[in-house]
């Protein structure tokens, strides 16, 4: 059992480990105050931070990718909500096909999924449409929503609502004081897992995005093909810190296990 349990934590750390170096690698080069990096480090630097700010074509693509990402995370709880609600409360023909309906973009390629909107925009001539792209993000990231939301409501206690009821509540105060509260975990890690997911899509992104709607992934690709320095990093480690945050945020206010794994 000891053997086990070792071999069980040597995995576990190789495990974090291999996660964690690139991480700190990029984090590394990013308070580099070289155009290398030099391990040991001598010093650090915030250089490369300030000269984000002389590159605004990075300020308005990260204001472009926080924007489409909380409009098109709402519109997917929007649709996701009431159909995760309808699927795991009732039993209806065609419910099978509707649940595997909403799962299907996970299991198509991103790249497939580029030219795909890419062919069905220019056929309606609505290429570069910032409303499109937020259409086309919100396909891709309702999965998320999804899942978390019904796996939110397969584990409700309906019996809850029952006595709600008998005690003459409506159907809306129920919902509002009851059910909303009882899910809300689900919704909130659906959703911040649906930002997150739209801030950071790439392969898609290329082939729907215009001049003008250009995101913060999209902007970096483009940067990285014409440059190396250690900007890119700190970029990636803003991202990294901003993630992080809100990751952090949500552990402390509903607890990371009761989100994502559905523990109480």
Do not use: C
Not at 76 to 95: N, V, W
Not at 231 to 255: E, H, K, N, Q, W
């Amino acid at each position: 059992m000891r053997k086990n349990g070792f071999i069980a934590l040597t995995f576990h750390t190789l495990v974090i480990l291999f996660v964690l170096a690139p991480l700190v690698i990029v984090v590394l080069v990013a308070f580099t105050p070289e155009q290398t990096l030099t391990l040991p480090t001598r010093a650090l630097s915030l250089r490369w931070f300030r000269a984000i700010l002389d590159y605004p074509d990075f300020i308005s693509a990260f204001a472009n990718s926080l924007k489409l990402a909380f409009l098109s995370a709402t519109l997917s709880l929007a649709i996701a909500l009431p159909a995760a609600l309808a699927i795991g409360r009732e039993r209806f023909p065609g419910r099978a096909f509707l649940t595997g309906l909403f799962l299907s973009p996970l299991v198509i390629p991103s790249l497939v999924l580029g030219i795909a909107f890419l062919r069905f925009f220019a056929m309606i001539g609505a290429t570069g449409s910032f409303a499109w792209l937020v259409a086309a993000h919100m396909i891709v990231i309702t999965p998320f929503v999804m899942r978390l939301v019904l796996a939110s409501v397969s584990g409700f206690d309906r019996s809850v609502e029952h006595a709600a009821q008998s005690l003459g509540a409506g159907r809306w105060t129920t919902f509002r004081r009851i059910t909303l509260p009882i899910i809300l975990p689900g919704i909130t890690g659906g959703w911040l897992l649906a930002f997150i997911n739209s801030f950071d899509e790439l392969t898609m992104s290329i082939f729907v995005t215009s001049p003008q709607t250009v995101t913060l992934p999209v902007r970096m690709y483009m940067y990285a093909t014409e440059s190396l320095d250690p900007m890119m990093a700190s970029v990636s480690a803003l991202v990294i810190f901003i993630t992080a945050a809100a990751m952090l945020l949500l552990d402390r206010v509903y607890g990371l296990n009761r989100v994502l794994v559905g523990s109480h």
